[in-house]
């Protein structure tokens, strides 16, 4: 059985961060598997997914001060929308996840969430989600 779905993330800033599990965990409920993977895919080159902590609003603080620290804009970018540094961190963060699924459920650790990460907005994005198993 495989299922494929798409949803919308309204971003609101070039560092945003849009806590999706909850979206992503409809999809596989949904999708009536009760094991199997589970992909997350953003088709944009300026934004990223990524599974880091769910407990402490302060980690994608620290993580975009990280990624600035990485990739800072720098006027050599040659880029003409003027947009490389947020190329550069989706590149980084990656466009793709990969998940189990246990039991109906996204197996996930216990602070672990799966967001949505902006770096050019604010923009509508799109998610898709595929759920394979049986």
């Known amino acids: 059985m495989t299922t494929l779905s798409e949803f919308n993330v309204r971003t609101g800033g070039q560092t945003d961060w849009i806590n999706i599990t909850s979206e992503v965990q409809k999809r596989v409920a949904s999708s009536g598997v009760r094991e199997g993977i589970c992909v997350v895919f953003t088709p944009h ?35 003409g929308e003027g947009n ?7 590149s980084v963060v990656g466009a793709s996840l990969t998940l189990i699924v246990t039991g109906g459920r996204l197996l996930l650790g216990t602070w672990q969430g799966i967001w949505f990460n902006e770096y050019d907005g604010p923009r509508t994005r799109k998610v898709n989600v595929r759920v394979m198993g049986e």
């Open 84 to 90: 490389s540094a947020a190329h550069t961190k989706s």
């Open 45 to 79: 080159t300026t934004a990223a997914v990524t599974i880091n902590e769910n407990a402490d609003p302060d980690v994608p603080h620290d993580v975009n001060l990280a990624l600035n620290i990485i990739s800072p804009d720098r006027r050599e970018f040659r880029h």
